[in-house]
C-alpha cells in the first residue's frame, strides 16, 4: 500500500470519526452513557470495536479522569486512527454541545419563562432516561455474557457467567446498601476492575 493510499484511508476514517461522533454529540442526551448507543452502532457498521470492547471502552472511561463520553471518544478515535483519531473523534463529540451551549446560553435569559421551552426540556427527560437505561442495559448483557438482539435471548450459563452474575447481584446489593452507601465509589471501581481481572486470567 502506498503513501498515498494510507493517507487516503486516515483521511476518510477522521471523516467518519468526525461524522459519526458529532451525531452522538448531537443527539445523545443524557451525559455520556448515553453515547454508549451510538459507540455500539459504530461497532455494527465499522467493525471498530466489538461488544465486549464497549464494556471495556466504558469502564476504562469511567475509571479515568473527565467526561465519559469525551474519555470513550477518545479511546474508540484512538483505536481507529491513532492520536489524530483521538483528537478529531473527541472534538467531534464536544463541538455540537458547545455550539448549543453558546446558543441556548443567549436565549435562555430571554425566552426562559416561556411554555415553549419549558415543554421542550420537560420532553427530553424521557430520551435521556431512554438513552441511559439502554446503555446500562447493553452493558449488563455483555458482562453477564448474555446474546441478544431484540426478540431473542441467548444466556450461556457456565460457571463464568454465573459467578459474574453472582458478583453483579453482590455489588448491586453493597452498592445500595444503607450501611455501606457512604463507601466511595472508587472502593466498587477497583474491587470490580480487580475481580474482573481475576475472572479474565
Known amino acids: 500500500m502506498g ?21 452522538a454529540g448531537l443527539f445523545a ?13 459504530m461497532g455494527a457498521v465499522y467493525g471498530w470495536v466489538s461488544e465486549a470492547e464497549v464494556a471495556n471502552i466504558i469502564a476504562i472511561a469511567e475509571s479515568t479522569p473527565g467526561p465519559i463520553g ?57 430520551a435521556a432516561i431512554g438513552l441511559i437505561t439502554a446503555a446500562g442495559f447493553s452493558l449488563l448483557l455483555v458482562a453477564l455474557n448474555i446474546k441478544a438482539d431484540f426478540l431473542h435471548f441467548k444466556f450461556s450459563a457456565d460457571w463464568s457467567t454465573l459467578l459474574r452474575l453472582g458478583l ?27 475481580l474482573g481481572g481475576l475472572l479474565s486470567l
Open 168 to 194: 453483579f447481584a453482590a455489588f448491586a446489593f453493597f452498592a445500595f446498601w444503607k450501611k455501606t452507601s457512604k463507601i466511595h465509589p472508587l472502593f466498587f471501581i477497583f474491587a470490580g476492575g480487580m
Open 70 to 126: 469525551v474519555n470513550a471518544a477518545t479511546y474508540v478515535g484512538f483505536q481507529v486512527a491513532g492520536i489524530p483519531g483521538a483528537i478529531t473523534a473527541t472534538i467531534g463529540l464536544i463541538t455540537p454541545s458547545v455550539i448549543i451551549i453558546i446558543l441556548v446560553a443567549k436565549a435562555i435569559k430571554k425566552y426562559s419563562h416561556s411554555y415553549l421551552v419549558k415543554s421542550l426540556f420537560t420532553s427530553l427527560r424521557p
Open 29 to 41: 442526551v443524557g451525559g455520556g452513557l448515553a453515547t454508549v448507543p451510538f459507540i455500539r452502532e
Open 3 to 23: 503513501v498515498d493510499e494510507e493517507m487516503l484511508i486516515l483521511l476518510k476514517n477522521l471523516g467518519l470519526l468526525f461524522f459519526e461522533f458529532f451525531k
